[in-house]
């Protein structure tokens, strides 16, 4: 059996800052995990996320075994520090996850559903009925991860999703994500915080300064550089 994954033969970042011009070959990110990807710069890992979501350089490879650019509605992408000061109520926001393709028609039961779900994951439920702009950042950014979460996409990339989080609640986020991932959903990620990502992340990606990059379990990079 073939084990679903994007399997990237060439990987061409765009350059939003000097030595930030980084190819790679090989990229391998399974299906159904969380994948986090690290880097000294964040800015080198918020640029590749940008690549595999379609909207800055170059790649070549497939997605589930379809050409990547057949791939891109498949794929819902969270930009770093997302958040939103809308008058709209928490659950009306999040249910616009599920009208994008029909906007006229009328909820349904599964889709009330999802987003339930995606409240429920993230612990803001009690939040529902409380327009957004009366939050504090971290709550809308929780927000809009949730809204992504509820989403059709088998596939999220979520740039710094904890990056407004109390550092105690970093963790138990991730834990979260992860459970998600293996209910059938695609994460990929970047986070500052590799220490926390690497307990729950399933797959990890380095990218070094050089241009070098590391992938596979993080217990076996982890491993592989204890022995180094």
């Known amino acids: 059996m073939i084990e679903l994954a994007y399997d990237i033969q060439h990987l061409n970042t765009c350059q939003p800052t000097a030595g930030c011009h980084q190819p790679c070959h090989g990229l391998r990110i399974p299906a159904n995990r969380l994948t986090l990807i690290t880097s000294p710069n964040n800015q080198h890992s918020s640029a590749m996320l940008g690549t595999l979501a379609g909207g800055q350089g170059q790649l070549c490879g497939q997605l589930f ?26 659950g009306d926001f999040v249910m616009q996850a599920r009208r994008r393709q029909h906007w006229l028609a009328r909820p349904h039961a599964i889709d009330h559903e ?28 929780l927000a809009c991860l949730a809204q992504a979460l509820a989403g ?77």
């Open 152 to 228: 059709h996409a088998p596939v999220l990339l979520l740039d710094e999703p904890a990056s407004l989080q109390p550092p105690a609640s970093r963790s138990a986020l991730l834990r979260k994500l992860a459970a998600q991932a293996l209910r059938g959903r695609t994460l990929v990620c970047t986070l500052q915080d590799s220490q926390a990502g690497q307990l729950h992340a399933h797959w990890l990606i380095r990218l070094h300064a050089d241009g070098h990059i590391e992938q596979g379990a993080p217990a076996l990079l982890h491993s592989a550089a204890l022995a180094a």
């Open 65 to 90: 075994g379809q050409p990547l650019s057949h791939g891109q509605v498949a794929i819902a992408h969270l930009g770093a520090h997302a958040t939103t000061s809308s008058r709209l109520r928490l």
């Open 114 to 141: 999802a987003v339930s779900q995606a409240l429920h994951t993230l612990g803001i439920s009690e939040l529902a009925q409380h327009k957004l702009h009366t939050l504090n950042a971290a709550q809308r950014q």
